[in-house]
């Protein structure tokens, strides 16, 4: 049996961090880090994934703002809100819940954030820093992926990578960051010819597809660390269950060890929001920004040992 990842775990000790960062923060400068979150419509996901946010966000000791507004609201009034949010010096992160409706340009929406403010790192000029150098403002989703692949493997240099998927919200951007975590890196996707095999090079897999169940035991290098990115609603019967992009139950005869869904990379997306809220609010206030605060985190014996 492969060793599970637990995300939920994981990303609940890497919160306690966080927080123990903010009271600091909140005691020695005398501010509080502030995470402006903007709902549009009433999408049921969407809304039960503002409300987590915005309950961990104080749970850490943040200032959280949210801002619902209808269906309804004109791109003009949205880019207003925006605008009154990246002059709110309270407001350190700003992030807009995606998918917008059809009226509105999402392009436009997430271009209107000041680089500095854009916490979900969508922003080009974050996309272009994450790229060049490192210093952008990453994704949470690919942020919290790598956290949990350093934690399970320590250094990943020389690592055989394969990204299945190539979203700009997580396959392009999971691509850089194991690139500058000296892996050598193949993306693949529904155009790669025998896709199964290039799966089976991998020791590290990270699938974001869609797909429920897509990748099979068949495709996976025995001992592979696999970072299934999925969430798919599938019918259970009397009820719906979540599963992932990878056949979980047979892809633990093979694995060295999995992210389960859920409770895998999911919990890790909203920590690395708050992560990502705290690196922003340091740097608008000219603060030096703790690089080992993930790793106070796993160090800590109530950490699950890899």
């Known amino acids: 049996m492969p060793h599970l990842i637990d995300g939920k775990a994981m990303a609940a000790k890497l919160?306690?961090?966080?927080?123990?960062?903010?009271?600091?923060?909140?005691?020695?400068?005398?501010?509080?880090?502030?995470l402006a979150v903007v709902l549009v419509g009433e999408d049921p996901?969407?809304?039960?994934?503002?409300r987590n946010k915005a309950r961990q966000a104080a749970e850490a000791g943040m200032q959280s703002f949210e801002h619902r507004l209808d269906a309804?609201?004109?791109?003009q009034a949205l880019l207003a809100l925006i605008d009154q949010l990246n002059?709110?010096?309270a407001v350190h992160g700003i992030l807009v819940q995606l998918p917008l409706p059809d009226h509105i340009a999402e392009n436009r929406i997430i271009e209107a954030i000041t680089p500095a403010k854009d916490v979900d790192g969508f922003h080009p000029v974050n996309v272009g820093r994450v790229a060049i150098d490192g210093q952008g403002m990453t994704p949470c989703t690919p942020l919290g992926c790598k956290l949990l692949l350093e934690h399970q493997l320590g250094d990943l240099s020389g690592r055989h990578a394969v990204v299945l998927g190539r979203s700009n919200i997580v396959g392009k951007p999971m691509a850089n960051l194991l690139l500058q975590a000296n892996c050598t890196v193949t993306i693949a996707h529904s155009r790669t010819h025998d896709l199964p095999a290039v799966c089976r090079e991998a020791d590290i897999l990270v699938v974001a597809v869609g797909r429920p169940?897509?990748?099979?035991?068949?495709?996976?290098?025995?001992?592979?660390?696999?970072?299934?990115?999925?969430?798919?609603?599938?019918?259970?019967?009397?009820?719906?269950?979540?599963?992932g992009d990878i056949d979980f139950q047979a892809a633990q005869d093979v694995a060295g060890a999995i992210t389960p869904v859920p409770g895998g990379?999911?919990?890790?997306?909203i920590a690395c929001l708050l992560f990502n809220t705290l690196q922003a609010s340091c740097r608008q206030q000219g603060l030096p920004f703790p690089d080992d605060l993930a790793a106070r985190a796993w160090q800590s014996p109530a950490a699950m040992s890899p």
């Open 15 to 34: 919160r306690d961090v966080i927080g123990e960062e903010v009271g600091r923060l909140n005691a020695d400068q005398a501010f509080t880090p502030g």
């Open 265 to 269: 990379v999911g919990p890790m997306t």
């Open 72 to 75: 309804s609201v004109s791109e």
């Open 87 to 89: 002059q709110d010096p």
């Open 213 to 243: 169940g897509m990748v099979k035991a068949e495709w996976i290098k025995p001992g592979a660390i696999l970072i299934d990115v999925g969430i798919n609603r599938i019918d259970g019967g009397e009820r719906t269950r979540l599963v």
């Open 45 to 50: 996901a969407s809304h039960v994934y503002v």
